[in-house]
């Protein structure tokens, strides 16, 4: 950690945190009260709840996706905050914010305690010797235990390898719902004011060293973009001073440099960025007049270069093809069906996520896409469709890679609490998958924490499974861990076969209730179909093709007995995240703005049961 020494020429006016948290643990909703009830903004100023959430699927899904920079006014004291993403996908993103600041606010749920990925992300802290702060939030939460979470917490940091001052850390207790802090554990002891925060903060937190005087060194650690100003770089000015209109020098990722001029550089304040005319050491700035600026790049005067160290980005570990939508329903719903907008529009999202890969295929109207995990291409999907697009997914596959001479596959970190009673069926299923237990440990309640280690190409469409085998109790996080050698003699996968409709048009109650025996239907009655789509999942190992909108014959004779009602029983509504967990080698995902379907590559009955053969016929083979 930075010492504190008296010869060193502090910025005091600030300091920069970031606030790490496992997902759904409150820091979004922290911010939102740092920001309401600090100087920062006018008081007829309406702020939204989570407003840091500026993504509509972050504000839907409760998580932070892409990380935030705001800023608070504080007792004539700036506090630039980073708010970070709290689920494994994003992890690359977190320790790149790392980079900037000097401290972190660690939020913890004051019930469920420290969670993997809080490990993940602190641990990324703690070797940055970053001074870190502990929020115990939502301690009037039933069931709220905050001293023993205090006390895992420290086992945590000692786990982790925290050195002495580290170990060292303040505690504030909050409930950042309701707006209270305080220094104590009893909740009614609860103060309406986050002032113990923000006056722990100024106190504990070091303040940027100030060598403003010094030659520039301003890195770049995230992207964005819009269309007037280009592609933007987002980080800190580690040293000197930057202004507008200075010439100044990029040193790029290949050793090569690249002279430009500086366009504007905004600061943060509250939830806006604000158009500076200059900028100095220990800032977090914004800067644009650089077309093809990236991440972990050096802007250094034009006759000073020095590069900073090189920061990492997370490489892509699945793939999926993305395909123009081709299906007998293509063009109903959506906007942006075109080739052209896909490609224009997968472009575009280059220009911000460096954990993101395009790749053209020689199928025209195709495109791999690879990222960092089910999670990231599948929110990169549901914003597509958003915005009127209409797409057509691949079932997900993993990257595989040579490492030293061996073919090797992405293997990651599982952590699984679940109930004791599901233990067995949770090590059973994990088995399954080549997943290898590292440790098991019961953590009272009636529950218990296992860890593995498993490929990731077990755990595509592992988690609706999971959900179900443990009776929706199961909690199960992943991060990755390392490329090992691949798993041999072992293809994982949907062992069921589906229900495939052999007819378009629109489904009928009377057509299911002949069909729902043979499996879980994901359709109810009066829904468009088409032959090739798939509408339920078979009990059986194989496919079986269904008629599904075939309606009652009426005739003038009432048969004898009573006359019931059609009914069907409750068909599975499949998310986007289910729907491409589901997915065969031979199946693909359709997605409009309305919709979500499921569907055969080969539409064709005939044709399809053809290609079935004589892919049975070359395996035997």
């Not at 914010?97 to 969670?115: N, R, S």
């Not at 029983?569 to 409009?592: H, R, W």
């Amino acid at each position: 950690m930075e010492g504190r020494n008296n010869l060193t020429k502090r910025r005091e006016d600030i300091r920069n945190i970031a606030i790490i948290a496992h997902v759904d643990h409150g820091k979004t909703t922290l911010v939102n009260e740092m920001l309401k009830q600090s100087d920062t903004l006018d008081e007829h100023y309406q702020i939204q709840d989570r407003a840091m959430d500026t993504n509509a699927i972050e504000k839907e899904r409760g998580i932070t996706i892409l990380s935030k920079n705001t800023a608070v006014d504080y007792d004539g004291k700036k506090i630039n905050i980073l708010d970070t993403p709290g689920h494994a996908d994003f992890g690359g993103e977190v320790e790149r914010i790392m980079k900037m600041v000097d401290g972190v606010l660690l939020v913890v749920d004051a019930y469920e305690g420290t969670m993997p990925q809080t490990r993940f992300v602190l641990k990324k802290a703690l070797e940055q010797h970053l001074t870190p702060i502990v929020v115990i939030n939502k301690i009037d939460r039933p069931g709220a235990r905050p001293e023993e979470v205090v006390d895992e917490v420290l086992e945590l940091f000692i786990e982790l390898g925290a050195d002495d001052s580290q170990l060292d850390f303040p505690v504030i207790y909050a409930s950042a719902i309701n707006g209270t802090s305080s220094y104590d554990s009893d909740p009614a002891k609860q103060e309406h004011t986050m002032n113990p925060l923000f006056d722990t903060i100024l106190k504990t937190i070091p303040a940027p060293i100030d060598n403003s005087d010094e030659p520039l060194q301003f890195q770049v650690a995230l992207l964005d973009y819009n269309d007037y100003v280009g592609r933007i770089g987002i980080g800190r000015v580690f040293r000197g001073t930057i202004k507008i209109g200075d010439n100044v020098t990029v040193m790029k990722l290949d050793g090569s440099t690249k002279n430009f001029r500086v366009t504007k550089i905004f600061g943060f304040m509250g939830l806006d960025r604000v158009e500076v005319q200059e900028a100095k050491a220990g800032d977090l700035i914004a800067v644009s007049g650089m077309e093809d600026i990236y991440v972990g790049e050096t802007v250094c005067p034009v006759n000073h270069e020095e590069a900073l160290p090189l920061l990492r980005i997370d490489e892509p570990t699945l793939q999926m093809m993305f395909l123009q939508n081709n299906s007998p329903f293509a063009g109903r719903e959506g906007t942006e069906v075109t080739a052209r907008k896909i490609d224009e529009r997968l472009r575009r999202q280059l220009h911000t996520d460096v954990s993101l890969k395009v790749e053209d295929t020689d199928q025209a109207g195709a495109w791999m896409v690879s990222g960092r995990g089910e999670l990231h291409l599948s929110i990169l999907v549901e914003e597509m469709r958003r915005e009127g697009f209409e797409l057509q997914l691949s079932r997900p596959e993993v990257i595989y890679k040579n490492v030293d001479g061996v073919n090797s596959e992405p293997f990651e970190e599982v952590t699984i609490d679940t109930p004791d009673q599901y233990v067995g069926s949770v090590i059973d299923a994990m088995s399954q998958r080549k997943g290898d237990m590292k440790n098991m440990e019961s953590t009272g309640n009636g529950q218990t924490r296992l860890i593995f280690s498993a490929p990731s190409r077990g755990l595509i469409g592992f988690s609706t499974e999971f959900l179900s085998m443990t009776g929706g109790y199961g909690i199960m996080n992943h991060t990755y861990e390392e490329y090992k050698p691949v798993v041999k003699n072992w293809e994982p996968g949907r062992r069921s076969g589906a229900l495939v409709s052999i007819n378009q048009g629109q489904s009928t109650t009377y057509s299911l209730q002949s069909v729902e025996d043979r499996g879980q239907l994901f359709i109810g009655a009066q829904v468009d179909v088409y032959e090739g789509m798939i509408v339920g999942e078979s009990s059986r190992d194989q496919d079986i093709a269904v008629t599904v909108t075939k309606g009652k014959n009426l005739t003038n004779t009432r048969a004898s007995g009573k006359d019931h009602a059609a009914a069907i029983k409750t068909p599975k509504a499949m998310s986007l995240e289910q729907s491409i967990e589901f997915l065969n080698e031979d199946e693909l995902c359709e997605v409009t703005p309305k919709n979500v379907r499921l569907r055969k590559k080969i539409l064709d009955t005939n044709e399809r049961k053809k290609y079935d053969k004589q892919r049975k016929m070359s395996k035997k083979a």
